[in-house]
C-alpha cells in the first residue's frame, strides 16, 4: 500500500510538472504575440506629410499640382470608398511624373488601390509612348510601394531619392 501512494505520488508529481510546462508554454507564446517578436508589422504615415515630404525632396521637370483626391481617385478608377486618407499630386501633362500616397480603408482594398494605380501607369505609359517619349522610362519603372495599408506612387527621375524619403517616413 505504501508504495502505490508513493508511486502515485509521483505520478502526480509528473503531471504537475507537465501541467506546469504546459502552461509556462502558453503564457511564453502568448507573451511573444502581444510583443509582436520583436517586430513592428504596423505601419502608420500620414499620407499629407510623405506626399509633400516626397514633392520637395525629389527634384521634378514639372510644377506639380495637388490634385483633389476624389478626382485622383477617378483616374486611377478607385472607388472612394476604398481610400480612407491621402495625397496626389500630378504634373501638368508635360511630363508624367506624379505622387499619390493613399491610405486603404482596409487590408482588403490595398490590391485595389495598388491595381488602379498600376492601370493609371499603363495608361499614361500608352499615352506618352507616342507623345513625350522621354518620359516612357520612369513610367517603365515607377516607384510604387506597399507598406502595410499604405500604397505609394512616385513617377519621378530620382527613383532612388524618393525611396529614400519613403524609407525614411516608414523607418524601414
Do not use: H
Not at 509528473?14 to 507573451?31: E, H, N, Q, W
Not at 510644377?63 to 486611377?76: M, R, V
Not at 490595398?110 to 499603363?122: D, F, L, P, S, Y
Not at 522621354?134 to 499604405?150: F, I, R, S
Amino acid at each position: 500500500m505504501m508504495k502505490q501512494i508513493i508511486n502515485g505520488q509521483r505520478k502526480r508529481s509528473y503531471i504537475r510538472k507537465g501541467k506546469f510546462a504546459t502552461v509556462a508554454a502558453i503564457l511564453g507564446l502568448v507573451i511573444c504575440i502581444l510583443a509582436g517578436c520583436g517586430t513592428d508589422t504596423a505601419v502608420s504615415i500620414d499620407t499629407g506629410i510623405l506626399a509633400d515630404d516626397l514633392y520637395s525632396g525629389v527634384t521634378w521637370k514639372d510644377q506639380l499640382g495637388e490634385i483633389e483626391l476624389n478626382k485622383a481617385l477617378s483616374l486611377y478608377g478607385i472607388s472612394p470608398d476604398a481610400v480612407a486618407s491621402g495625397k496626389v499630386y500630378m504634373g501638368t501633362n508635360a511630363t508624367a511624373e506624379e505622387i499619390a500616397v493613399l491610405e486603404a480603408a482596409s487590408a482588403d482594398q490595398v490590391t485595389v488601390i495598388q491595381e488602379g494605380m498600376e492601370a493609371r501607369v499603363e495608361a499614361q505609359l500608352a499615352s506618352f509612348q507616342s507623345y513625350n517619349a522621354q518620359e516612357v522610362p520612369k513610367l517603365e519603372n515607377p516607384v510604387l510601394e506597399t507598406k502595410g495599408n499604405y500604397v505609394i506612387l512616385c513617377v519621378c527621375d530620382d527613383k532612388a531619392e524618393a525611396e529614400k524619403i519613403i524609407n525614411e517616413s516608414t523607418g524601414k
